[in-house]
């Protein structure tokens, strides 16, 4: 009798936890709040999202810069670095409030301004100046 009560105990324990991960599944792929899900509907629901979010990456590995062309022995600041003086253009980067972030030092010789000067100013004003 004791080992039958063991083995209950020990069944109910792995249910419990499957139902855990189950309800921790229909948390992460559910899209309608107010519809409970029963457990193959979330178990089907997850298999559609692996399936899609590997396609998405399979597409998108094959639409990535193959980076199998920089000289190994530049970091990739040191490669921005140089294809910006090649270029001769410059960077910019902004905060989504406007004010600017960084500036490469590029921009010296083709907007006559020093990084730090027009750093974490507003683009807009620094617009309205020019």
Known sequence: MAVRSARNLSEKKR??????????????????????????AVLKATINFLKTHNEMALRSEENAIKENWKPSFLSDDEFSQLMLEALDGFMIVFS???????T??????????LPVSITMQSSFQHIRMS
């Open 15 to 40: 249910r419990d936890q499957f139902n855990v991960l189950i309800l921790e599944l229909c948390s992460m792929v559910s899209t309608s709040r107010t519809r409970k899900m029963d457990k193959s």
């Open 96 to 102: 989504q409030q406007g004010h600017i972030l960084y």
């Open 104 to 113: 490469s030092d590029s921009i010296i010789s083709l907007l006559r301004h």
